[in-house]
């Protein structure tokens, strides 16, 4: 990756947001500009995350495509390098940004069939993208703490607008809780930026000038407790679930998809990249937290009706194996830790679109009202069957590789641990293989003879979605080459 | 041998045609299907000779055997690599003519049993997706493809189990096998990660030669190779896990016949026999593989004696000869179970076809609504008493070389008491075949709609019965070294199953050999006498010992057993903690904490009396304390 | 001369008797007359510490003006607002007027 291709990066963040902006310009009224714009954006984002992960080269340097420009500098406490506008990925980002692009393409196209106020929905929803963009490519604290709200002031208005059934209990709590987690980040961020005493927010000084081990000892955990409140990380995880089942389809997808994977985002970046020595300290904390997260979240998952509320726990018990993986600090743990945001990401989208498409149509997403839906939506099941297989970690499907890879990873640091974690793995199987069997298998519900298939547009996303797992699970390759290194780079970690 | 890889790869790009194009395919695509197979078993044939000769060296050496391989996954430039590769020994060579053969003429049997079925492209498409996936686990150099395939055909399994999954029972049965296999599985897992942090290699020679040069810790490897046996026994439906595979017949017959018969399910045997040099090396854990294979056989052999429907029947004698061969596995006999997996393939796909046949005639299953069918469908007749003569091991026939073999094994390396119970259930399984031949086939039709609507099957259905029962004849004489010198074999068949220790088949022992004989012809005695076509002496034996008999059709209670823990413990505990989230997390701690703010800003607002003096008396003080503490740090 | 103490008496007396008019009196505009003996008493300082330390500087004195400016506005818009207040609650009683607050 050449620093010109930095300009790609920047692409990245600012393309959602212009398009923000001109879609301030468009009558409301005028649906067909707002789809082939926001359809055109979409693409392109999707086109210019791939050729940055596919450009992104393993034998570089760490971080790539840098190109910064100073904002503000010798000003007050800033020195010389102060407040840049500066981009650029490393191998974990690299593989985030895929991530995003291909979570955009399909929530997007789900969102088209949102009937009120179109145009309001994807003001706000591109918002999000940019600011998510902005989180994985930026490598100034500074304007990554800024991006950092961008992507989670606009959920609010998102879910409480268009959310459904108690969506201004579950947009408030979301809210506050992600944003007292907000505090603790902002807090890490100005810790880090004193104790430093560069007078710059620039990421990369920030992460090679030498840290007290006080420091890092005291703040890493406090920076674990903001990221991990929008990681979902036990025991803060409980806007999820609530939060998931108010918010509308596609703001499910890129929020469970690709949103919660920055909070874990910013526990490898500014947590363990930046302040290793604490995030050696504090591993085991991580692995207590992550495991009981995992058994917790698939136990609670298996008494839960509504499928929303079940992705929910789910998701809980799904990032409780990232922060698991982080937990471990050797190389084998954190390649599945990263793959498993990835492979998270995909599949929990790959949920929220399908459950959408049929809520839309139903109203109703409680389990034991279903019953052999395989027969009146056999499309929509089958991509259904397929999400679920891939969530039980099926080898094959992308769950697996990263599973594996941290059920390895735990065995290497503690045993018992990783036999706890694969146990959870059995108990994923009970729920997701019990909703299945109640809800799309059996004699058919006639209460239902009226859904309809779901719509040739959501049957692309979630092609593209499953797709994208089936990549992943089959050919791991590229991910690990990308990601291994600059995971190796981190001080202190085992192989 | 190094292009062996080419085996699993034709069905999975012919799954991925037929389920994506089986539709607008000429007869949906089953021709390709077929094809397929005729393929696969093609190339298995032209892989034999590569065997042919190299046996009498001690070592099977066809050239570059290992050559096929790439890294799947590697982390930081070789420490950690997930290696794709195929091996192809002897284990492997027993295996690929079983499952290409009988996968064969299941495809074939297929296409008349199937006929007309709604979604009949999408069953050939995972027939072909299962092939692949079985076949890669026959092949697979490492533990982590190994698995891969093994979750694969599980999958596949569990696809087909679910086939008519608008049915109830279909469902549910779907769901228990692979929650069921899943348990196993975990163990599976666990065993892979623990052989690794030992060795730190996937390759399965690699972990062999490690465990045998003794550097791994005695109690870590007994550990490890017990859940590697978790996994076994998952798969292979071995006490405590076998309450899947009864259930399973819910899938179609030919299904059951591939699947939960002769292929996916001695997955397991396959397993521990692949590691049955580290077995040899950790006592404990055999003896654990030995009395798990004798309790399941004992077990499933009386459970088979009072079930009532014709396909459960079979499934609780799979269940019960995969005990056998566990058993087998258990005394080291490496050989005996491969071979009793070779020939109880054949005839144990013989016995689902013909019953697929009678259910295909008949549209019943219950053997007691059966009966006298032998008049209007006389090839199945025959090759079904062909079948059953094996499974109750009457010589000549497959079945009886086999287990012959295994109970000597026992005599040898057991304790006399295990070599009884075994012989015993070896009767018992003479008796329970003997019943389902005479009440489906003998005496007079009870149900009379049933019995006027049989038909004898088509030609496609009975082409593969006629071809597995010459099969079921024949595969037992491959253990005399004469024919499998004959074939050009120099080591004799005994070394082909497996290299080391091999038990050579020159002669029978006849002393045991005639005292199996004996037994199975008792127990066809004992059945004939008891039952001989009369429905009537099935009520009888329900009246006999109402207690025993309930015992025995509610399987010893372990299905109720599971269902209880299910319900009562795990879904209990996801009660619990699904509680403490909602009203301990949510409630409290967080709407709590939100709570506790309001009703602090509640409290608090009361400060705010709205009268001017109050606010004045504020100021004052304030002003007053201000200058207090200037004044003090001045003086 | 007479010594700047018994100014500053004077001023802190007239600043204390109108402070505790403030905080005692229930009645606005003896609040209001008390608030101005308390700018009264400001006044007072001003000159006397600006006549005591420099006669012939200014600044003192005009900062006694600023102060006389200041009170003279201050007094009408307080009784602009007593004004309003009686003519609304019938009452010059600070204490009735206690709707602001909750």
Redesign the interface.
């Known amino acids: 990756m050449t620093p010109s291709d930095g300009y790609a990066l920047i692409a990245l963040c600012l393309l959602p947001l212009s398009v923000s902006l001109v879609l301030f310009a468009v009558p409301s009224g005028r649906r067909r500009i707002v789809v082939s714009i926001t359809g055109l954006a979409s693409l392109l984002m999707l086109a210019l995350s791939v050729y940055v992960f596919t450009r992104y080269s393993f034998a570089g340097q760490q971080f790539q495509g840098v190109l910064a420009w100073t904002w503000m500098q010798h000003v007050g406490f800033l020195g010389e390098k102060g407040i840049q506008f500066k981009v650029g990925v490393d191998g974990i980002s690299a593989s985030l940004v895929l991530l995003t692009g291909v979570v955009v393409v399909p929530a997007t196209w789900v969102t088209w069939k949102v009937r009120d106020r179109m145009k309001d929905f994807f003001i706000l929803l591109y918002l999000v993208t940019a600011g998510v963009y902005g989180s994985f490519v930026l490598l100034d604290l500074f304007f990554w703490f800024l991006f950092y709200e961008l992507a989670l002031m606009p959920m609010y208005l998102l879910i409480a607008v268009w959310g459904s059934t108690r969506k201004e209990y579950g947009a408030m ?1 979301l809210m ?2 992600l944003l007292a987690g907000s505090i603790f980040i902002f807090t890490v961020i100005f810790a880090l930026f004193t104790h430093v005493g560069a007078g710059t927010f620039d990421m990369v000084t920030l992460l090679e000038a030498k840290k007290e081990l006080w420091f890092q000892r005291a703040f890493f955990p406090v920076l674990v407790i903001g990221c991990g409140t929008l990681g979902a990380i036990f ?1 803060f ?3 999820s679930p ?1 939060g998931h089942a108010a918010a509308p389809t596609s703001v499910s997808m890129l929020h469970a998809g690709v949103l919660m994977k920055v909070g874990a985002f910013g526990v490898v970046r500014i947590g363990f990249q930046m302040m290793p020595e604490g995030g050696a300290y504090w591993a085991p904390a991580l692995i207590v937290l992550g495991a009981t997260a995992g058994l ?1 979240g698939a ?6 009706t509504d499928m929303k509320l079940l992705m929910g ?1 789910s998701s809980v018990s799904h990032m409780g194996y990232v922060f698991l993986g982080l937990g471990t600090f050797n ?2 743990g954190w ?1 599945g830790a990263i793959l498993q945001m990835t492979a998270h990401g995909w599949m929990t989208a790959l949920f929220f679109l399908l459950i959408g498409g049929m809520y839309d149509q139903s109203h109703n997403r409680d389990i034991p009202n279903f019953s ?1 839906m ?2 009146q939506m056999p499309v929509w099941s089958i991509f259904f069957i397929f999400a679920s ?1 891939a969530s ?1 970690g ?3 499907l992308s769950g ?2 990263a599973e ?2 941290i ?2 990873g735990t ?2 640091a503690y ?1 018992i641990v ?2 706890i974690a ?2 959870t ?2 108990i994923t ?2 729920y997701l ?2 909703m ?2 109640q809800a ?5 519900n006639p209460r239902w003879s009226h859904l309809q298939e779901i719509t040739w547009l959501e049957r692309a996303g979630a092609a593209v979605l499953a797709l994208a797992i089936l990549g992943l699970g089959l050919w ?2 590229p991910w ?2 990308r990601i ?1 290194p600059s995971i ?1 780079n981190i001080p202190g970690i085992t ?1 | 041998m190094d292009q062996a890889w080419i085996l699993p790869a034709i069905p999975v790009a012919i799954f991925i045609v037929v389920a994506l194009f089986g539709r607008l395919l000429p007869r949906q695509g089953d021709f390709l299907v077929i094809l397929g197979g005729l393929t696969v078993v093609g190339l298995v044939f032209s892989m034999v000779p590569g065997f042919q000769g190299a046996f009498h060296e001690g070592h099977f050496a066809p050239d570059g055997a290992n050559a096929f391989s790439f890294d799947w996954v590697n982390i930081g430039q070789g420490f950690f690599i997930i290696p794709f590769s195929t091996y192809v020994d002897a284990i492997t060579m027993v295996m690929l003519p079983v499952v290409s053969i009988v996968a064969l003429m299941v495809m074939i049997y297929s296409v008349g049993y199937m006929h007309g079925e709604a979604r009949y492209h999408w069953y050939f498409a995972v027939l072909s997706f299962f092939i692949a996936a079985m076949l890669t686990l026959v092949l697979s150099g490492n533990l982590i493809q190994l698995y891969l395939a093994w979750e694969g055909v599980g999958l596949a399994s569990f696809l087909l189990i679910g086939f008519y999954w608008e049915r109830q029972s279909a469902a549910e049965a779907a769901k228990k096998a692979f929650i069921t296999t899943r348990v196993g599985d975990v163990g599976l897992m666990i065993g892979i990660i623990l052989l690794w942090r030992a060795t730190g290699s996937f390759d399965i020679q690699d972990i062999i030669a490690v465990a045998k040069s003794g550097q791994i810790d005695h109690t870590y490897l007994t550990v490890s190779m017990l859940f590697l046996f978790a996994g076994a026994v998952g798969k292979s439906a071995q006490f405590p896990l076998h309450v899947w595979l009864p259930d399973a017949m819910e899938g179609p017959t030919p299904v059951s016949a591939l699947i939960h018969a002769a292929t996916m399910v001695v997955a397991g045997v396959y397993l521990v026999a692949r590691f049955s040099p580290v077995y040899a090396e950790v006592l404990i854990a055999r003896d654990v593989v030995f009395y798990t294979g004798l309790i399941t056989a004992v077990m499933a052999g009386t459970m088979g004696l009072v079930a009532s429907d014709i396909k459960r029947v079979l499934a609780y004698s799979t269940v019960s000869q995969l005990g056998f061969m566990f058993v087998a596995l258990g005394t080291g006999a490496v050989g005996a179970a491969m071979f009793h997996l070779f020939t109880h393939a054949f005839f144990k796909a013989l016995l689902f076809l013909g019953s697929g046949s009678v259910i295909h005639a008949t549209h019943a299953q219950e053997v007691e609504s059966l009966g006298g069918l032998r008049r209007k469908m006389p090839w199945t007749t025959t090759t079904f008493v062909i079948g059953s003569l094996a499974l109750a091991g009457v010589p000549v026939f497959a079945g009886f070389w086999s287990k012959d073999e295994i109970l000597a094994a026992t005599l040898e390396d057991a304790p006399l008491w295990t070599y009884v119970t075994l012989a015993g259930t070896a009767i018992l399984t003479a008796i329970y075949s003997t019943r389902l031949v005479l009440l489906t086939f003998f005496g007079a039709p009870r149900d009379h709609h049933a019995y006027d609507h049989a038909h004898e099957s088509p030609w496609i259905m009975l082409g593969p019965l006629v071809i597995l029962a010459t099969l079921a004849t024949v595969a037992g004489f491959f253990a005399l070294d004469q024919v499998g010198q004959s074939l050009g074999f120099v080591g004799g068949i005994g070394q082909l199953v497996f290299l080391e220790h091999a038990h050579p088949f020159t002669e029978p022992e006849w002393l045991l050999a005639g005292i199996a004989t004996l037994g199975a012809l008792a127990g066809i005695g004992i059945g004939i006498a008891y039952w001989h076509g009369d429905a009537r002496r099935a009520v009888a034996a329900r009246q006999w010992a109402p207690d025993l008999h309930a015992l025995l059709v509610n399987r010893y209670y372990m299905d109720n057993l599971y269902q209880a823990v299910i319900d009562r413990v795990i879904l209990g505990l996801g009660g619990v903690i699904a509680w403490f989230d909602k009203r301990i997390v949510n409630e409290t701690g967080v709407d709590g904490g939100a709570q506790t703010v309001g009703y602090l800003g509640y409290r608090l607002k009361f400060l705010q009396t709205g009268r001017i003096p109050n606010y004045a008396l504020g100021m004052a003080v304030g002003l007053i304390t201000i200058a207090a503490i200037a004044f003090g740090k001045q003086g | 001369m007479i010594p700047i103490q018994s100014f500053l008496v004077l001023s802190a007396l007239l600043f204390a008797i109108g402070f505790y008019g403030v905080l005692a009196r229930r009645s606005a505009i003896l609040i209001l007359i008390s608030v101005e003996l308390m700018l009264a008493a400001v006044a007072i300082n001003f000159i006397a510490f600006a006549t005591y330390r420099d006669p012939k500087a200014f600044s003192g004195l005009v900062f006694a003006l600023f102060v006389i400016a200041v009170a003279a506005a201050e007094v009408g818009l307080a009784l602009g607002i007593v004004l309003r207040l009686f003519r609304e609650r019938r009452t010059a009683n600070v204490d009735e007027a206690n709707s602001l607050k909750w």
């Open positions: 709590k506050m809780m025991p995880h409980s806007w609530d917790y136990i609670s998952a298996l008494r839960q726990f190389a084998i390649s052999g395989a027969k297989l039980l099926l080898p094959g697996f590789v594996l890879h059920f390895i065995f290497r045993p990783g036999g694969v146990l793995a059995a199987t009970t293989i019990r299945l069997a799309f298998f059996g004699e058919m791991p390759a690990i080459a291994a190796i192989l």
